[in-house]
């Protein structure tokens, strides 16, 4: 499986992929993008099975990019991994077609039960 984890902090893309590693998920391929509009062209150009995101980033915030990817036909698996995690938010994601919405400060358990309902 592949993973685009896209997030404007290349700290968190790490802090990401560790936890990934931690809730049992470290053998996937992982691809990184910068900010929404660079993981929108990245997952035309890299195909990936699942688009962790962002919900806050420069140029293209996350849900700017689920809801272009959707406009688009696209029907990757996409879940957000945010600092924010408001039930306006949440309704949001899940309204434009995100699988999941991961709030900081997030535990590997968090992931894995995420993660179980796309891999």
Same mark, same amino acid.
């Given at each position: 499986m592949k993973i685009?984890?896209?997030?404007?902090?290349? @700290?968190?893309?790490?802090?990401?992929?560790?936890? !990934?590693?931690?809730?049992?998920?470290?053998?996937? /391929?992982? @691809?990184?993008a910068e900010n929404g509009r660079q993981a !929108?062209?990245?997952?035309?150009?890299?195909?990936? /099975?699942l688009v962790l995101s962002?919900?806050?980033?420069?140029?293209m915030n996350g849900i700017d990019c689920l809801d272009a990817l959707r406009a688009a036909g696209s029907t990757v698996a996409f879940g957000f991994v945010t600092s924010?995690?408001?039930e306006e938010m949440r309704q949001r994601a899940a309204t434009s077609g995100a699988a999941f919405l991961i709030a900081k400060p997030f535990t590997p358990e968090a992931f894995d039960d995420a993660l179980r309902t796309v891999i």
């Amino acid at each position: 499986m592949k993973i685009l984890i896209a997030d404007d902090s290349r @700290v968190m893309r790490q802090i990401v992929i560790r936890t !990934l590693r931690q809730a049992g998920h470290g053998g996937h /391929d992982i @691809v990184e993008a910068e900010n929404g509009r660079q993981a !929108l062209e990245m997952v035309q150009t890299e195909s990936p /099975d699942l688009v962790l995101s962002d919900w806050n980033m420069p140029e293209m915030n996350g849900i700017d990019c689920l809801d272009a990817l959707r406009a688009a036909g696209s029907t990757v698996a996409f879940g957000f991994v945010t600092s924010e995690g408001s039930e306006e938010m949440r309704q949001r994601a899940a309204t434009s077609g995100a699988a999941f919405l991961i709030a900081k400060p997030f535990t590997p358990e968090a992931f894995d039960d995420a993660l179980r309902t796309v891999i």
